[in-house]
């Protein structure tokens, strides 16, 4: 069986030979081709085999699930820079909401709060807004309206924590 170059170099020859312009042309082709035949005995046949074996029509592509893939496949057609500018663009977002968030918490911290137990055993729980953190925190979005709140619950569970601790303590 010839080289398979030889048999491709065989079937450009061929080809050559088949529509040369002039005269010349294809008697050029004819003496390679002849060449070439000398040389690897079978080459016509194997060349004629190829050229059917071309224009015969493509076979129809197999399922996805029967054809052996990379496991990387998927990712090949992926477009990697539009998928690195939305997380670039989520986690930008996301950094914004927290760092806006952070305000509530912070104008909670204005707050001042206080822990009272009275002569007759009243508990009372302060908390004193001057009118500025109010006024602040009726301009807060819902988000940092919520952050707000939730400081000012942690307050109150910090106190609560201490009164049960203190009343733990106190055997009365």
């Known amino acids: 069986m010839p080289d398979p170059t030889v048999v491709s170099r065989y079937v450009k020859v061929r080809g050559y030979f088949r529509r040369g312009s002039t005269e010349g042309e294809r008697q050029s082709a004819r003496n390679i081709l002849d060449r070439l035949e000398a040389e690897n005995p079978g080459i016509e046949q194997e060349a004629d085999r190829l050229e059917a074996m071309s224009q015969q029509p493509k ?3 197999a399922p996805a699930a029967s054809s052996p893939k990379s496991p990387f496949a998927p990712f090949m057609d992926f477009d990697w820079g539009e998928a690195a500018a939305k ?3 989520a986690a930008r977002s996301f950094a914004q ?3 806006a968030a952070e305000e509530g918490r912070q104008l909670a911290d204005e707050v001042e709060d206080d822990l009272k137990i009275t002569r007759n055993d009243t508990v009372h ?3 004193k807004f001057r009118p500025e953190v109010l006024h602040q925190a009726k301009e807060l ?3 940092q ?3 707000f709140v939730q ?3 942690e307050v109150l569970e910090a106190h609560m924590t201490e009164l049960f601790e203190a009343m733990d303590q106190d055997p009365d």
């Open 59 to 61: 076979p129809a592509s």
């Open 87 to 89: 997380a670039f663009d």
């Open 97 to 99: 909401k927290a760092a």
């Open 125 to 127: 729980f302060v908390l």
């Open 141 to 143: 979005n819902p988000l």
């Open 145 to 147: 309206r919520e952050m």
């Open 151 to 153: 400081a000012l619950h």
